[in-house]
C-alpha cells in the first residue's frame, strides 16, 4: 500500500481526501503546518507527498526547498488555480507536478498513480529492457534510476529523470512539448502550462553545458526540445 504525506492547513479537506484516498487504496498521514510536514518526509519513509503551498510556520516553498537538500521522493504542489508564480516557483524548486485547488478527488488520485508509477522500484518486464544510455559525459540507467556526470550523482527529480530519459534515448531528434508531458506527467498540456519548460531549465542547471560550453538540451521554440549529444 503506497504511504502518502498529504500537508494542507485545511483540516476538514485534509480528512475527506484522507478517507477517500484510503479507500483507493493508499495509506495516508497529515500535516498541518509546514514544520511539522519537513519533518514527517524526512524522517520517515513515504512514496509522495501531496503539498499545499499555504502553510503555516513553513510554506510550501520552505518545506520543498527543505526537503529537497535531502531527499528526492515525489512532491506533488498543490497551488491556487489560477496562480502561474505559484506553479512555475514550485517546479523550480524542485516539485515533480502540480494541482490547482479546490481539485476533483479523482483527479488528484490520478495524478498521485501517474507519479507513483514512474516511480516504483519494481519495474514491469518492459521496463527492465529499458537500456541505458551514455552520451559524452552523461550516463542514464533507467532500471537504477541514475544519472551521472563525470561519473558523479547528479540528483534529479523523477519528473526530470524521465525527461532526461526520454530525450536522451531520443538525442538528435525533437521531442514535442506535448509528447513530453503525455510521457513524463502523464497528462496533456494546457494552455499556458510552462510545466515542461521549468523542468527543462533545472536539468540545464543540474547538467551544465556540455564539453564544449554549449547547451546540451536545444529549444526549438514554439515546439519542443532536442537534446544534442558531441560526437564520440
Known sequence: MPKLLLADDDIELCQLLQEYLTQEGFDIALAH?????????????????????????????????TVRKESQVPILMLTARGDEIDRIVGLELGADDYIAKPCNPRE?????????????????????????????????NPASREVLLNNEVVKLTATEFDILYLLMNNAGTLVSRD????????????????????HISNLRRKLGPDSKGDERIKTVRGVGYQYVALDS
Do not use: W
Open 179 to 198: 509528447d513530453l508531458s503525455e510521457s513524463c506527467l502523464g497528462r496533456t498540456l494546457e494552455a499556458y502550462d510552462r510545466s515542461i519548460d521549468m
Open 33 to 65: 503546518d509546514g514544520a511539522t510536514a519537513a519533518k514527517l518526509i524526512l524522517d520517515h519513509s513515504f512514496d509522495l507527498m501531496v503539498l499545499d503551498v499555504m502553510l503555516p510556520n513553513m510554506n510550501g516553498f520552505d518545506v520543498l526547498k
Open 108 to 140: 488528484l488520485t490520478a495524478r498521485i498513480r501517474t507519479i507513483l508509477r514512474r516511480t516504483e522500484n519494481v519495474y514491469s518486464t518492459k521496463q527492465k529492457k529499458l537500456q541505458s544510455v551514455h552520451l559524452g559525459d552523461v550516463y542514464i
